[in-house]
């Protein structure tokens, strides 16, 4: 992944360090306002707080799921390359020294391990943050 990745990445780490807080904090307040019997409109939003989260895992998994199948792909087709690179023949090398291959290596893996980070974050991100947004509004 690129900067960007990683820049967004730390902007939705943030972002979301400030909204779960404020999430946690209002819909336990309205639990224990809500005490043994609860409203309708509590019992919905109760609800919706658990199935939320239910989604926001699958989502994440699936796009987790989808991150490394792809990282896989193309780690698979990069040792793919440099195994059959010694076999050109030409006069002198084409092929990097192992030095670069193994740093080029580590940043595929890197950018690898930062897009399954950000493929994680991504659908909790977008559900804390509507959330703190819509509870912020009730108030």
Known sequence: M???TANRLALQSFELAFAVPQVIGHRTARMLAAGNAP????QREFLRM???KVE???EAWTAMSVQVFNANQQLMLAMLRSWWTPWIALPFP???TPRHTARAAQRRLQHAGMGLLAA????VHKRAIANAKRLHRRR
Not at 39 to 42: E, K, N, P, Q, R
Not at 120 to 123: E, L, Q
């Open 50 to 52: 658990g199935s939320e």
């Open 39 to 42: 409203s309708i409109a509590d």
């Open 94 to 96: 084409p092929w990097p």
């Open 2 to 4: 690129k900067q960007r």
């Open 120 to 123: 994680a974050v991504a659908p």
């Open 56 to 58: 926001a895992f699958a």
